[in-house]
């Protein structure tokens, strides 16, 4: 299986509700940074990761890869269910890319395969959402509104190809402490300016006319992340990691989801190849690599090819 990272052009946040859980409205945007999930029958359950922040993943019952195998066998009634699985990554761990929950999705199709089970995409979309929040996009991948938790997807009419630099951090920001951190600084506010605390989630009208345009030069300047002020607090030298993309002649420059990846919006494939040699050069990230989108959702891979 080959499945991708996903950026957000928007994310924005409503109040926290009484599970935890906070409204969205975000628009979803796969890109050309994929995970390789091999998955194969087995008599025991087992996982090995390999790659970019192996050490930082969990390689037992916490991965929601593994998450996602039982909760297919448990919802197919697959008596005996064990796969072995092998995740290579590339996306890294606690980014906002959605790394693990691309696992869970690419897990969740191999799994119906393996199986035969024949679940549906939308049986296969209702245990991804229980799974995480970001599971059920990674199955369908392109570009797509979220709203909910993320979970509720509608396809969104977007045209062109988009190139982009990601600039990664050198260790990772934890989802549910930085909306923790966007509640608290939207409660300092609203206490200090006598505000509400936050409104309610609105997809931008403005972001997908500029999308269905195909002209990067008009999405850039539409992209926001309502969360990005949290992973700035959290990470005050993202500012400069931000900054650079600018300098750099970034069209959009914007922390991805929870961060702390930085997505920059590029000319060109050649502006982000250069944008992605400065970042990663300059010293405000660890490194950063180039990425297109929108991509396709988790896909079956034979001998190399998409299938
Ligand atoms: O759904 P998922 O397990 O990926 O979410 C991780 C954490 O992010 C949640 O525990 C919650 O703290 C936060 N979250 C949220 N509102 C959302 C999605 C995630 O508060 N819509």
């Known amino acids: 299986m080959r499945v991708p990272a996903k950026i957000n052009l928007q994310l924005a946040v409503g109040p926290v509700r009484g599970d935890g859980y906070h409204p969205l409205v975000t628009v979803f ?6 995970d390789e999930v091999t998955v194969r029958p087995a008599t025991e359950m087992a996982l090995a990761v390999t790659g ?5 993943v ?26 072995g699985i092998e995740i290579r990554k590339r996306i890294p761990a606690a980014a906002g890319l959605a790394g693990g929950s691309a696992d869970a ?15 549906s995409q939308r049986d296969l979309a209702e245990i991804a959402a229980d799974i995480g929040s970001d599971v059920p996009f990674s199955l369908v991948g392109g570009t797509a509104v979220g709203r909910g938790r993320g979970d509720e997807l509608t396809p969104a009419l ?15 920001l934890s989802t549910a402490n930085v909306y923790a951190t966007c509640d608290r600084l939207r409660a300092a506010r609203a206490k200090a300016m006598g505000q509400p605390l936050a409104a309610e989630p609105e997809l931008s009208t403005e972001l997908m006319t500029a999308l269905r345009s195909g002209d990067p030069a008009r999405v850039g300047p539409l992209l926001t992340n309502d969360l990005q002020p949290a992973a700035l607090s959290l990470r005050p030298g ?3 990691t931000l900054a650079a993309g600018r300098e750099h002649g970034a069209l959009g420059s914007i922390v991805s989801g929870s961060g702390p990846t930085c997505a920059f ?14 970042l990663t050069s300059s010293g405000v990230c660890r490194t950063a ?12 891979v034979r001998n190399g090819r998409p299938s």
Do not use: K
Request: aromatic share 6%; charged share 20%.
């Open 58 to 83: 969990p390689a037992d019952r916490l991965n929601l890869a593994w998450r996602a195998a039982r909760a297919l066998a448990q919802a197919a009634n697959v008596r005996d269910g064990a796969v």
């Open 105 to 119: 999705a690419a897990t969740l199709v191999a799994c119906n395969e393996i199986w035969q089970v024949g679940l």
């Open 29 to 34: 945007h796969a890109v050309s940074l994929f």
């Open 158 to 172: 977007a045209s062109g190809e988009y190139h982009w630099a990601l600039a990664f951090g050198r260790t990772g």
């Open 289 to 300: 690599a180039r990425a297109s989108g929108p991509v396709p959702g988790a896909m079956v």
């Open 265 to 278: 919006l590029a000319r060109d494939a050649a502006h982000a190849s250069d944008l992605a040699v400065a």
């Open 238 to 240: 993202l500012r400069r």
């Open 52 to 56: 970019e922040d192996a050490a930082a």
